[in-house]
């Protein structure tokens, strides 16, 4: 049988096997689910670097050391966050207007698994779904099935464990895009939960079925002149931002917008804190590697190191090289470095003041970032509240987007799905958690007399 055929079967098969698990993990108390999440989230942490080394030796994307602690991030930080949230039974009530608000599960979810993160979102999705009283069923991309399998079985054999009903968590195994689009539109699939590029984004939308899907972004970071004395900080924070995992996530700074009076000395601590500025026939060297004539990402170029990219771009850097910048001029295809780029390197651009860093924000954002991120560094409140205003879903201040973006350094829900709103076809500009895999039905009694709205009407006829 070929390939594709049998992830469609195995498809149909699962979606009815999650369904049946799910129908009787209903009668699951949240405190029974709270124990099966935790005793999930305990197994994924304990596989950690196993999964991690095993996802960059399946993919070659990033660092092994980094998938670790991104597994280690969902395994621990993200299960804490949820065993404190209630998604299940009564939300709140109002005992003024005599409303409640009860939690219930949606039933099936597709989770969809990008090769970028193969094993830390497996995680993340396989713990919000179940917080969320759902079965869940997750289609792997091609290049990272192994370890996405590997990972959803430990939590799957440490769900069982815990008392959860077989086939509750399920990875595919014969991944592929006739198998995913099968799981997407099946008709016991209740939700999906899609990240990736935007042809996936797009064929998520498409499959008929409730939608939670995010896609790429292009984040511009304004470093302001009145952050002169934080130099050094700012320099080494957005390095380390990029360069986690190599910069395969997409909510990591992409291009860097420079007061003109602070660019000089930045400059000079971004160099000391191990960063390459690129020549002109470098960055256009670089550039013609890591983008096609139709400007899509080469594959084999994602999440790859600043040593490897400058190697195959035909010049050489310091082994110490965490970050490659490239001065640019412009922005649109002309100038693909300044498109969202999957690895350590940002484009750098230098302007006259806060306004024009405002507009080259924007004209950045509308070439494909709009609705998910953008940043700035600046002590100016003014310049803050400025900068509120671009179309995203999140603004970081004073933060490496990186951190910030997934709930660490700053007090967003901690996520490894970030929503981008309509502006970029999503239906949320959220952090996606738990939260947002339940139906929230209203228990509401009657608060004023229904014989009331002829007299209401009749007291207010204009006549």
Request: aromatic residues 6%; glycine residues 8%; charged residues 20%.
């Amino acid at each position: 049988m070929d390939n594709d055929l049998r992830s469609i079967s195995e498809a149909r098969q699962a979606a009815l096997d999650a369904h049946e698990a799910w129908l009787k993990f209903r009668r699951f108390s949240p405190e029974q689910i709270d124990h099966v999440v935790a005793q999930m989230a305990l197994a994924a942490e304990r596989e950690a670097g196993r999964l991690g080394e095993l996802a960059y030796q399946e993919t070659s994307y990033g660092k092994a050391e980094d998938k670790r602690l991104k597994n280690l991030y969902n395994s621990r930080f993200v299960a804490d966050w949820l065993a404190r949230v209630r998604t299940l039974g009564v939300l709140w009530k109002d005992e003024t207007t005599k409303v409640a608000a009860i939690g219930e599960p949606m039933g099936v979810v597709a989770g969809l698994i990008p090769v970028t993160h193969p094993t830390a979102l497996v995680i993340f999705k396989v713990l919000s779904a179940v917080k969320a009283g759902n079965a869940i069923v997750c289609a792997p991309h091609p290049r990272g099935v192994r370890s996405s399998a590997e990972t959803a079985q430990i939590m799957a054999d440490a769900a069982v464990q815990a008392g959860a009903p077989e086939h509750l968590v399920q990875c595919m195994k014969h991944a592929s895009i006739e198998g995913t689009a099968e799981l997407m539109r099946h008709h016991r699939t209740s939700v999906v939960l899609a990240t990736g590029g935007a042809g996936m984004v797009k064929a998520a939308y498409s499959s008929g079925k409730p939608t939670i899907a995010v896609g790429p972004g292009n984040v511009p970071c304004y470093i302001d002149r009145s952050k002169r004395a934080d130099l050094s900080e700012i320099a080494d924070g957005i390095l380390t931002s990029k360069d986690f995992d190599h910069g395969t996530g997409c909510v990591c700074e992409q291009a860097l917008i420079v007061d003109q009076p602070v660019s000089r000395i930045l400059r000079e601590e971004f160099r000391n804190h191990g960063a390459y500025f690129c020549s002109p026939s470098e960055a256009e060297a670089l550039s013609s590697e890591m983008f096609d004539s139709s400007l899509g990402i080469i594959p084999r170029n994602v999440g790859q190191s600043a040593a490897r990219l400058a190697e195959t771009a035909g010049f050489s850097v310091p082994p110490s090289t965490r970050v490659l910048i490239c001065d640019q001029t412009g922005v649109g295809r002309d100038f693909p470095l300044s498109a969202e780029k999957l690895a350590p390197v940002l484009a750098y651009y230098e302007v006259d003041d806060a306004a024009a860093g405002y507009a080259l924000s924007q004209e950045i954002l509308r070439f494909g970032g709009e609705g998910h991120s953008a940043s700035l560094h600046s002590s100016d409140p003014d310049v803050v509240a400025d900068f509120s205003g671009l179309p995203v879903g999140r603004v970081f201040v004073n933060t490496p987007c990186m951190h910030a973006g997934i709930g660490f350094s700053a007090d967003v829900e901690p996520s490894f799905m970030l929503g981008t709103g309509t502006l970029s076809g999503s239906i949320t500009s959220d952090n996606v958690t738990a939260m947002h895999l339940i139906n929230v039905k209203r228990v509401a009694y009657e608060s004023r007399p229904w014989r009331s709205l002829s007299e209401m009407f009749e007291r207010t006829n204009p006549s």
